[in-house]
């Protein structure tokens, strides 16, 4: 019984001591390169959290420029030199898509805007009609901002 209380008391100190890091990462940079290295850190730096013992509550809010990459067939849209740098930018937005702690919304203005169908856009993805409300709402939800511009 000793062993037991003793158990419980370590694993509830080791859980009040995790934290929970909330953030929104914004992105609408029309850089291929920059939004592709960016999407590559947002889960490195949620693997880092997460090693170290803490959790990660992660959304990532798409308008602008950044839209193209949650198109099934970007080609169209993109400028030939930025194919494979958005190829790759979606190869980890399809990554960050399956982690339990992670939602990716795109503004369905900028769909419009982009010429990108609510048909074409890859299925993991939530279409909110204005993500920069989406953005406001997890900022008053305690979310830090972190922009991709």
């Known amino acids: 019984m000793k062993k037991i209380v003793i158990f419980f008391f370590i694993f509830f100190c080791v859980v009040l001591q ?8 914004d992105c609408s940079s ?14 490195k730096s949620i693997d880092m959290i997460e090693n170290q013992g803490d959790s990660a509550d992660v959304a990532l809010t798409l308008h602008g ?28 937005l399809v990554k960050l898509s399956k982690r339990k702690n992670v939602t990716i919304i795109a503004c369905a203005m900028s769909l419009a805007t982009n010429s990108i169908e609510k048909s074409e856009v890859l299925p993991f993805i939530k279409i909110s009609p204005n993500s920069f409300i989406d953005t406001i709402r997890y900022q008053n939800d305690g979310y830090a901002l972190m922009t991709f511009k």
Not at 30 to 43: N, P, Q, T
């Open 18 to 25: 995790a934290k929970e890091y909330k953030v929104v990462f």
């Open 30 to 43: 029309s850089d291929a390169h920059y939004v592709k290295s960016r999407m590559w850190l947002v889960g």
């Open 65 to 92: 420029s950044c839209v193209a990459m949650v198109s099934e067939d970007y080609t169209m849209i993109v400028p030939d030199e930025d194919i494979e740098n958005i190829k790759k930018a979606q190869e980890y």
